[in-house]
């Protein structure tokens, strides 16, 4: 089971696109998992053939699960390798004492094909495997097998039935009764205190009236529960980033004229499926700024800081069911704008029909995040470890700009990045606000 971000520590198989027997190259999508944020197609990064599905369709395992067995063209040359005959031993003059009959010995029992939680469950449970028959891929033991077969080993035994004692017959006052009936007092929890044990309206007197009911609480949607299971793991992810990690923060105004003049003649010769969104222009800025200033680009790993040469770009993207995911723009530095808008709008896309794959949500060196078409004038946001910072841009605003000695108004955007104190200071971070405007007032460079 890869691992799709440092916020997943299990996923669930929902379909294999692949059966033992099928040859894969490296690249192909061969299983689909799904997280608690979203779904993701896997890839396989080995040539070779399928030998055997070890995690079946719908069971949800551990991140570093095996989940199949793949027999690449190395290992096939080596199995195929021929076996070297044995040397003969020279002739001795003595032949050697008579060696007792060997004892016959009883025949290894075959190993018991289960899932690994199956495993783990049939230990804790106590419960042989070799006695449980199998339903998962090939004839693999299950964790619902070993459920199964630890409810038949231990049967809830019948409730021991006593005999009901005769119903006792309620001696009730008429006003006794009107005044259970009104209040809800069950009478049969009374007891009277009138003639032969009657029940009378004075022993009903000092009850306390019966607590109002509580409003029912709605069961909650089905999107309502899925979204609230895919911020689960978004929530653990940034208090652990907010704890672990001394953020720093800084934010910037650009000018954003000659961008915004620059695009528009851009797109005047561009065919209408072809045309760029600013937002390329901040990410292209944003790659070629990390490049420049490596201490924004890269992960902090067990007390180190371990850059990156490739500014793999995370875009922060809404999904419509609630959560968020982050996959990257891989190697955003040298991709001209035109390809970069391209693969943009493809994650964008994918993103929200859950077909994102797997090396696209574990590659990312820096994230981030837009929320200009939302009406924010500027976004503080938390970095997503391992990484070392996360930048942030708001939407284009007119505002009042003075240069030289001029004042006038000016589409300006805010940039803002939040950064790892441990990796960088206010003095690199200030350097790298800066390079993003020096590239923004020259974008026939992007």
Do not use: C
Not at 247 to 272: F, K, Q, T
Not at 390 to 415: C, D, N, Q, S, Y
């Amino acid at each position: 089971m890869p691992s799709l971000g440092a916020d997943m520590t299990e996923g669930t198989v929902t379909r294999w696109l692949v059966k033992p027997g099928d040859h894969v190259k490296r690249g192909d999508i061969v299983v689909e998992i799904e997280t608690d944020k979203a779904d993701m197609e896997v890839e396989i990064f080995e040539s070779g053939t399928i030998d055997a599905l070890l995690v079946p369709e719908g069971e949800r395992v551990a991140v570093g699960t095996p989940l199949a067995i793949v027999t690449t063209a190395a290992g096939a040359q080596a199995a195929a390798q021929p076996v070297p005959p044995p040397v003969a031993p020279a002739p001795k003059t003595t032949p050697p004492p008579a060696a007792p009959p060997p004892m016959p010995t009883a025949p290894a029992p075959p190993a018991v094909r289960a899932t690994p939680t199956a495993k783990v469950l049939a230990r804790d449970l106590g419960i042989d495997l070799e006695a449980i028959p199998g339903t998962g891929v090939g004839g693999a033991v299950t964790r619902a097998d070993v459920e199964h077969a630890a409810k038949r080993a231990s049967p809830t035994p019948p409730a021991q039935r006593q005999p009901s004692p005769p119903p006792r017959r309620l001696l009730v006052s008429p006003r006794a009764r009107r005044i259970a009936q009104e209040r809800g007092i069950d009478l049969a929890t009374i007891t009277g205190t009138g003639p032969g044990g009657s029940i009378t309206a004075a022993d009903l007197d000092h009850l306390a009236l019966p607590p109002a009911p509580a409003a029912a609480i709605a069961e909650p949607t089905p999107e309502v529960a899925k979204r609230a299971q895919s911020r689960r793991p978004i929530s653990a992810l940034m208090e652990r980033s907010n704890r672990e990690i001394p953020h720093y923060y800084l934010g910037l105004d650009i000018d954003m004229s000659r961008a915004l003049a620059w695009l528009r003649e851009e797109n005047r010769r561009r065919p209408v499926t072809e045309r760029i969104l600013y937002s390329a222009l901040l990410l292209k800025a944003t790659a070629l700024a990390a490049h420049d200033v490596p201490e924004m680009n890269g992960y902090y790993n067990e007390g180190a800081f371990e850059p990156s040469t490739a500014v793999n770009l995370g875009v922060a993207i809404s999904l419509r069911q609630g959560g968020l995911v982050a996959p990257a723009i891989m190697d955003a530095s040298n991709k001209p704008l035109g390809d970069l808008m391209r693969e943009l709008a493809d994650l964008v896309k994918r993103a929200r029909a859950s077909r994102l794959r797997a090396s696209e949500m574990a590659s990312s060196t820096l994230t981030v995040t837009n929320l200009g078409e939302l009406g924010v004038g500027f976004v503080y946001g938390v970095i997503y470890p391992p990484q070392v910072a996360l930048v942030g841009f708001g939407k284009v605003i007119e505002k009042p700009w003075a240069e030289g000695g001029m004042l006038g108004v000016r589409p300006v955007i805010t940039a803002t990045v939040a950064a790892d104190h441990r990796v960088s200071d206010g003095h690199r971070g200030g350097i790298f606000l800066a390079t993003v405007n020096r590239l923004l007032q020259e974008p026939e460079h992007l």
